[in-house]
């Protein structure tokens, strides 16, 4: 599923894709919160592509090929996918936050095992943008109730001091360039816990309708940066897709 949104490149709405047929098309729109100091909510209309063969996949942003033949029970896939930066500077109504430098998207290499409902998952980036990495755990189990199919889900991630100071620390040339309003602060490693639901409804044979929303709390770590304000992302998801 193309979306470009940063908000639901997350595990949550990955799982629809593997609950729908080997191909689909359509269009979503999206709705989310931001943890960044003064940057208002943001919601965007997108594209929504994906393809599964019997070893290749594509479903953004992940690209990625079946190790082992893909069953109901079991999968081992490795791939890369593409991870949007989270922080764009100049999404923030503050002055001085807009000042810093924007941080890059990046391109990192995965490995995923999932057995029956348990999925998990090691990444680590390979373009050099901030050379950390995440480990993952989660959980989503589909419930049919007619022609609903309910997805609740749940995961952990933790996050690597590299990748987390990428995402929330301040360098000293980013501090310079605010002339020292914004003090300059070296990010631990942090995580998050991410928790929701999605709901498919099938019009027809071919047409679905999609729903999801999630909530995102990071480890209250995150707050001592000066460019964070809150440390919980709620986000929502609705969509239309035709498979084929």
Known sequence: MVMLNKAFSMPLLIVPCFAMAESSIGVVGTYSQSIYKETNTQSNILPALSYKGERFFFNYPEIGYHLIPKSPHQSLSAGLRHTPSPFDPDESNNIDVQSLDDRHDSGMAFISYRFGPITTKLAQDVTGVHDGYYGQLSLGYP??????????????????????DYMFGVSQS???????????????????????????????????????????????????????????????????????
Do not use: C
Not at 144 to 155: C, D, L, Y
Not at 177 to 192: F, H, L, M, N, W
Not at 227 to 234: F, K
């Open 143 to 164: 419930i049919s109730i007619e022609a609903w199919r309910i997805i609740p889900s749940i995961s952990y991630q933790y996050i690597s001091s590299g990748m987390s």
């Open 174 to 244: 980013d501090s310079a360039q605010t002339g020292g309003t914004i003090s300059t602060y070296d990010s631990p490693a942090t995580s998050k816990v991410s928790y929701g639901a999605t709901a498919i409804y099938s019009i027809t044979k071919n047409i679905n309708t999609m729903v999801s929303i999630k909530q995102t709390q990071y480890n209250e770590n995150i707050t001592n940066s000066p460019i964070v304000d809150d440390n919980t992302v709620n986000s929502f998801l609705v969509g239309i897709f035709y498979k084929f």
